[in-house]
Nanobody, 119 residues
Framework: QVQLVESGGGLVQAGGSLRLSCAVS????????MGWFRQAPGKEREFVSH????????NYADSVKGRFAISRDYAKNTVYLQMNNLKPEDTAVYYC????????????WGQGTQVTVSS
C-alpha cells in the first residue's frame, strides 16, 4: 500500500504564501505522477498541479500558473506545493494523490489539508 500524508495548510492573508508537503511511504513504483487537487465548499474537486517523479515534468491549472510551484525531494520522498500570492478563491482542502505513469486515474490519496485565505 501507499500512504500519503499532507501537511502545511493553514490560515493566511491574501497575497501571502504557504508551502504544502506530501510525504510518500509504503509501496514504490518505478515511475509515477504526484498530483495536487483541491476542493472548495460546495464545489467539485479540481486539479491544481502534477509532477512526474522521474524526470520532473510539471503541469498546472490555469488558475494557479505563475503563482504555484510544484517540486519533489527524492531523498525525503516528498512532494511540495509552494503557493504564492494567495487569493481568497484558493481557499479549499488540498489533497495530494499518486498514480502510476500510464494510468489515468489517481489511485492513492492523502487525507487533505485545509488552506484558508482571508481577504
Amino acid at each position: 500500500q501507499v500512504q500519503l500524508v499532507e501537511s502545511g495548510g493553514g490560515l493566511v492573508q491574501a497575497g501571502g504564501s504557504l508551502r504544502l508537503s506530501c510525504a510518500v511511504s509504503g509501496r514504490t513504483f518505478s515511475n509515477y505522477v504526484m498530483g495536487w487537487f483541491r476542493q472548495a465548499p460546495g464545489k467539485e474537486r479540481e486539479f491544481v498541479s502534477h509532477i512526474v517523479w522521474s524526470g520532473g515534468a510539471t503541469n498546472y491549472a490555469d488558475s494557479v500558473k505563475g503563482r504555484f510551484a510544484i517540486s519533489r525531494d527524492y531523498a525525503k520522498n516528498t512532494v511540495y506545493l509552494q503557493m504564492n500570492n494567495l487569493k481568497p478563491e484558493d481557499t479549499a482542502v488540498y489533497y495530494c494523490a499518486l498514480r502510476t505513469l500510464f494510468q489515468a486515474d489517481y489511485n492513492y490519496w492523502g487525507q487533505g489539508t485545509q488552506v484558508t485565505v482571508s481577504s
